[in-house]
């Protein structure tokens, strides 16, 4: 693989930062990661430091070359991270309520794949203009994209942490052409500077840190009087081969909230999958549409362990 990424955080006009992102890098893949702990509630850096934490080191752990669902391996990752931030809360001393907005993207054999909770957004980019996006979990957001007119509740209704579970949007499998850019951001970042624009700088040049820091820079200039944290996490795609095999079932996007948490669950409780057929057999209940949806590979269960298995260890040196 050859690419080039770029990491850049600004706390802009406010008292910290509690933007958080990363971007590890495997031997044949690699995962981006940004959360945007919110302002609103107690603790919103603990989230999204948590939540970075979490992903990263399921990362990690994977000792396969190749991720084999690997949309539903950014859902789970984003389950186990909501879960960690509630036990965290039962065992704070202090009152707190942590919750954050989160974006994974994990490219592996020349394709992209991602999952995201809240108002943080990931953009593809490609010949400089805007290819897709993601569609934010807010009601103005929701109702401009669906046609409709604005709701009376137009702001975020959707995060990581918290007493709600949180609502996986999973993005598509998209093939990555060279010349591509990935960008994940928090909120300041797209509130804070025209989407053509940001799309000047990440082409501008060779080089993608300075660009970053220089279009931060000036997101914080414009808005000298009230500035959100402003993160990004940029890639840019030099590779000219011609990507792998497909690895994606794209019925697992096709899976409701509660069957991706019912497949976490399972999978936690000894679900063991059949490579040849894609059904599950269970230890108790019935078989059903949306097990023989999810598991198609042998390593599904042992990737899901090894999440929970890092929660535990992570909870255990708190």
């Not at 994977?62 to 690997?70: A, H, N, Q």
């Not at 414009?222 to 590779?239: M, P």
């Not at 057929?277 to 042998?298: C, I, L, Y």
Request: charged share 25%; hydrophobic share 35%; aromatic share 6%.
């Amino acid at each position: 693989m050859k690419y080039r990424y770029a990491i850049s955080t600004e706390k802009g006009t406010r008292d910290y930062n509690q933007d958080r992102a990363a971007c590890l890098e495997g031997s044949d893949s690699i995962l981006l990661i940004l959360g945007d702990g919110l302002g609103g509630h107690a603790g919103g850096d603990i989230a999204a430091d948590i939540l970075v934490d979490t992903a990263s080191q399921a990362f990690l752990k994977v000792r396969t070359p190749v991720i084999e669902e690997p949309s539903l391996f950014l859902a789970l990752i984003l389950q186990h991270a909501h879960r960690a931030i509630n036990r965290y809360v039962k065992k704070a001393t202090k009152r707190i309520d942590p919750r954050t907005t989160a974006v994974l993207c994990l490219l592996q054999n020349g394709y992209a794949y991602w999952a995201h909770a809240g108002d943080s957004r990931l953009y593809l980019f490609r010949n400089g203009s805007q290819l897709t996006r993601t569609l934010d979990h807010t009601g103005s957001d929701q109702a401009k994209v669906g046609g409709h007119g604005v709701p009376a509740r137009t702001g975020l209704y959707n995060c990581i942490g918290g007493p709600s579970r949180p609502k996986i949007a999973l993005g598509p499998e998209i093939a990555l052409q060279r010349g591509d850019r990935i960008l994940i951001c928090s909120d300041g970042v797209w509130q804070g500077m025209a989407i053509d624009e940001v799309s000047e700088y990440l082409y501008e040049g060779n080089d993608l840190e300075d660009s970053m820091d220089n279009m931060l820079e000036e997101i914080e200039q414009r808005n000298s009087e009230k500035c959100d944290n402003v993160t990004v996490v940029a890639l840019a795609w030099d590779d000219k081969t011609m990507p792998g095999k497909s690895m994606q079932h794209e019925q697992i996007r096709d899976l409701t909230d509660n069957e991706l948490w019912r497949a976490a669950r399972d999978a936690e409780n000894g679900v063991k999958s059949n490579a040849g057929t894609g059904n599950h057999t269970k230890k108790q209940g019935a078989r059903s549409k949306a097990d023989e949806n999810v598991g198609t590979t042998e390593n599904l269960d042992s990737v899901i362990n090894e999440v929970e298995s890092f929660v535990k260890q992570w909870e255990g040196r708190k």
